[in-house]
């Protein structure tokens, strides 16, 4: 190790695995920013993955080159024969897979974990897990074994508090998933003060409540790129924006009802873009938008732009609308105030924790309350008082590191 500063391990197996499936989530986004910090950290730093049979150990050298890939500043490597033998994975999955055992510092069986470790990660290494990914019993029992500190990031405990919303299986897997940090967790970092809340009450169900620290998320600054924008979508007149995985928490439906209301008042419709890919558990509400006599016309389903284009239709729209049943800590409605533009939310805790009296809250079961809101928007325009920006004070990457690497 440098001098006395312990060395850190960062779990980079959430952004391998979403490597070709289009722009990263919120989580993702996380993980890569520990990912970019850590990198320029005086303390040494690894880098672990799990694959489909086997886990990879990078040095730094290895994790620079991984970055360097995932930024898209350098190219993938070509297949090898291992990943050519594996029929699960696309071609570009196979040329990920294979400069990861190409940059790696070792690989190894996942019955062997624990004798990789011991060989070659230095003596009070601290695991950092902030992907909600490989937080396996196999992972976490052969780091706790070996001494390391286990840092967990808990974005939130949906799957519990709302099972309903979930995928089939979903709430049972993350249910064994957080019962694991329970048990091995030295620390956890929580987003939001509302995140410990919810975790503190589940851990202490699940028989220890490991310590921690709350940090909320910095906002990344955005940078608009109108080139990027479908030409064909109606940006001339007065429209809205929502930005999501379409899938039941995130109240899709209640954004539908409302321009049916707006449909029967005066003046234009204005225009809708929902921004983002079908989820799960939604069919009655796809089924929905298919149909609708509006897609197309004044209801615009929108899958796969870049950030650029999605910050640039946000840094014009009336205002971005978030009427989510429930949120851990909730990026967009920030990022769209950091662009200038009004944020429409429900009025969920979370919200008002960090954003304050910033967005226009408005009850998430009232689809004529947001019709009337939106309605008024788009007759009388889009303004944001100076006064508002200036007090717009939004959490940063580096208040958020400064105050849990200093515990790291």
Known sequence: MKGDVRARCLDLTRLVSRVGR????????????????????????????????????????????????LAGHAPWGSADLQGLLNRRLTPLQRRVHADIRRISRATCLRARLPAMLDRHLPDGTCYLNVGHANLGARMLSAMSARGAEITVLVHDMIPLDFPQYQRDGQPDAFEAAMRRVSRFATRIIYNSRHSRDRGAHWFAQFGRVPDGVVALLGIDEAHPDPSGVPHD??????????????????????LLDAWDHLAEMSGETPALFIIGTR??????????????PRRGRDIFELTGLADGAVASLTAGARAALFPSRAEGFGLPPAEALALGTPALVNDLPVYREFLGDLPVYLAGNDSYLWAKTIHEMATVGRAVPRVELERLQLPTWEAHFNKVLSKT
């Open 22 to 69: 289009g722009p990263l989530t919120g989580v993702d986004r996380v993980e890569r920013a520990y990912l970019d910090r850590l990198i320029a950290e005086p303390a040494p730093l690894f880098g672990l993955i799990r694959l489909p049979l086997s886990f990879a150990l990078l040095d730094q050298q290895g994790v620079v080159a991984l970055a360097a890939r």
């Open 233 to 254: 979508l109606p940006t001339d007149r007065p429209y809205f924006v929502t930005t999501g995985t379409i899938e039941p928490r995130k109240n899709h439906a209640l």
């Open 279 to 292: 989820g799960w558990k939604n069919e009655a509400l796809f089924a929905r938008l298919d149909a609708s």
